[in-house]
């Protein structure tokens, strides 16, 4: 999917969007903050969608008015849906409720942190939570929007493929790292959890993404050690890709690259450019500095959550060898950033926020 909005002149908002189908006429939902919903179908031909080859009839524009809805210009916020995956393609940013900033949380922790996006989201009006589960121009899209000036964003979001859109549109970066042997517990441990109750749009939105997955889970006993190393010996070559070092992965490696020992020093230089990184052991410091960056406060100190039975398990996977080859580079990148926040918080305790964000990594 590809989206964009053109104009938001108060009385009028056009843009356009692209279905995954190019030749699908898109639909979409416009939801009003006193409870009413306007549907819309494409209206406007876009003649440059056609000649580009994005779009195979062109009929991909929109144009609102206020011959659609008449209170249009004194709206504060309304929110545009594309109508069968709710993916909103744009709201309007109310200055008394939104934060007038853009703003992105790289996390590649397996459980969503749902206490805390949902702090974070409501900051912002443009709201993407979890957004690689879409599919990678989805994200493009969603993070280069031109016309937003309120946008937050989280999920496993690659840098080496969205920092250049990440950069170029000024937003500010946070990346929350997670202990690799306990991330790989709560992983296991959502799975199974998933697997069980398909049925919410929350497992759904999961399954997606660990679906080659979920036979290898299913067939372990996650109480027995012998039982889970033979698991992971039997893993294919595209289950043990999806489940290797997912942190290296995402800061040193483009999507579809094998994680080697070199990629740990790319994801150190990586992340030396993220604005704000944190551990979630320490994510009261992370908050403090990442609020201190964008200057409201959008993170709470007491936001993290832990997945029950997560560390009992972590304690059975650090005693299997496999377990600790399966995780090698991001055991050695998880090693150098806890290292370097450590040694920055003791020395900077001083130091302006800025100061600080910088003697993070570096």
Known sequence: MQFNIDVDSGGTVCGWLVLDNPSETPEFKILIEDGREVKLRANVFRKDLYDLGLHATGMA???IDEALIPDLPSLASFTLAEATTGLPIYRRCDPSKHVESKVVLIETGAMPQVKLLRELMAHFSLQYPMLDRFPMETIAAALGHHYSKSTVASGRINWARFSGILQSKEFVTTALLSEPVEDLAERLLLIKLISRQPGTSFSRGLLERYEILVPAVEGMDLHDEKSILKGLRGLSREQRHLIKSPMTATFGA???EIVQRRNVSIALDNLAQVDAVGIKSRFDDFAFMANGIVGVPIFRADAIEALSGASELAKS????????????EDIALYSFVA????????TTQDQDIHNAKHAYIQ
Request: aromatic residues 4%.
């Open 61 to 63: 524009g929109f144009q």
């Open 254 to 256: 483009t999507p579809d």
């Open 317 to 328: 996977l650090g005693k299997i060898a496999l377990v600790a080859d399966l995780l090698d």
């Open 339 to 346: 290292s370097a926040i450590a040694t920055a918080l003791g």
